[in-house]
């Protein structure tokens, strides 16, 4: 039973991907129905709003004319037990006569931990939990980091030479990385909630910032730090035709008339300023309690070393061409102050390389000091 176990959640892990940049604000969930030894409904949650995968599952079962009593369900995480936008989960269990559920992933949310399963034992329903869990607590680590914390799950991107260098003395960066290096970048900004980058790159590469379409009818939010409002009007994420999707950070006490001149294209936030800057602690707190469960940082080089050095990212992805740059003066990935110690230096883990094509990307954990 354990390997079969196994097996089907296996499925339903690779079900629930399905859903990669279109749940959010909720998890990616996938569901298996198995009865005696045949698989007879599939389902995974599709967008934020829409039916649960445990419900995917047993309707894809009546579709094709299944019994679902007496099965077996197989779901990546805790199934809800609470009425939000669609009815508890477990209702549905219960009401279609199941009579196993097997459970990767525990529900993070403290308030909600382990009591669908009390509930569905309490019904005489049998209950397995913790299978494939470190595989399913994976997959939602953006959700699980937002539902306990409030903030956004940070990841910082950066495109850079062998010998660390983002663009050169003048800014040209268009292209350090192949192909192939860019849609990964791509795919990264898919699974993400909001981009965030400083006004200097804007200056600098006049970015669009965007994703190559919507992503599952949910657009990609933008974010420009930029204390003293020097967007320009003519900058492609304050003129384009999803500006009303971009917000530009200024520090309170910026110049008005270009703050009023950014309020008639986009979203302004008016931050406190901490050392002289845009308080990132504020700011990440105000995203996160506008659904924003996953912020993806693509700098330069001064708003990277802002978020590292001060504790806000859980994850880097760095793209590495076979390129060197070279220069006291070209752009580092990595700017700000630094540190005079190594043994202070940010420490990684879950190293992962990945080559693309003649680039390689470094995926990692930022360790918290």
């Not at 470190?134 to 950066?158: D, I, Y």
């Not at 260098?165 to 290096?181: D, H, L, P, Q, R």
């Not at 940010?346 to 992962?352: A, S, Y």
């Amino acid at each position: 039973m354990k390997a079969d176990d196994e097996k089907h959640m296996q499925t339903a892990l690779d079900l629930a991907r399905k859903g990669y940049g279109r749940t959010s604000p909720n998890p990616m969930v996938g569901a298996v129905l198995v009865k005696g030894r045949a698989v007879i409904g599939k389902g995974w949650h599709r967008h934020a709003g829409g039916p649960h995968a445990e419900v995917e599952a047993i309707r894809d079962a009546e579709r094709h004319d299944y019994n679902v009593k007496g099965a077996t369900l197989y779901v990546t995480l805790e199934p809800c037990c609470t009425t939000g936008r669609t009815p508890p989960c477990t209702d549905a269990i219960q009401g279609a006569g199941i009579k196993r559920v097997v459970v990767g992933a525990t529900d993070p949310n403290p308030k909600h931990a382990g009591r669908a399963f009390r509930m569905l034992r309490k019904a005489g329903i049998e209950v397995r939990h913790k299978v494939l869990e470190r595989e399913a607590q994976a997959m939602n680590e953006a959700f699980n980091h937002w539902v306990t914390t409030g903030l956004p799950w940070v990841s910082v991107k950066a495109a850079m030479t062998l010998d660390g260098k983002i663009a050169t003395e003048s800014g040209e960066s268009k292209w350090i990385t192949g192909e192939a290096a860019r849609r990964k970048g791509i795919y990264l900004r898919r699974g993400s909630d909001a981009i965030l980058v400083g006004v200097e790159t804007v200056l600098a590469d006049n970015p669009s910032l965007l994703a190559r379409g919507k992503r599952g009818g949910v657009a990609l939010r933008r974010v420009v730090l930029d204390s003293q409002a020097r967007t320009p009007m003519d900058a492609q994420v304050v003129s384009d035709d999803q500006e009303q999707h971009t917000t530009v950070v200024v520090l309170r006490g910026a110049p008005a008339k270009r703050v009023a001149a950014l309020k008639r294209r986009v979203n302004v936030l008016e931050a406190p300023a901490r050392n002289g800057r845009i308080d990132l602690r504020w700011l990440l707190k105000r995203l996160g309690k506008e659904s924003v469960t996953s912020l993806l940082v693509e700098g330069g080089g001064e708003v990277n070393g802002s978020f590292l050095q001060g504790g806000f990212a859980q994850r880097i992805a760095f793209f590495y061409a076979p390129k060197i740059l070279g220069g006291i003066r070209s752009r580092a990935a990595v700017g700000g102050e630094g540190v005079k110690r190594l043994e202070d230096s940010l420490r990684l883990q879950e190293v992962v390389w990945e080559r693309l094509g003649s680039d390689l990307i470094l995926t990692a954990r930022v360790v918290k000091a």
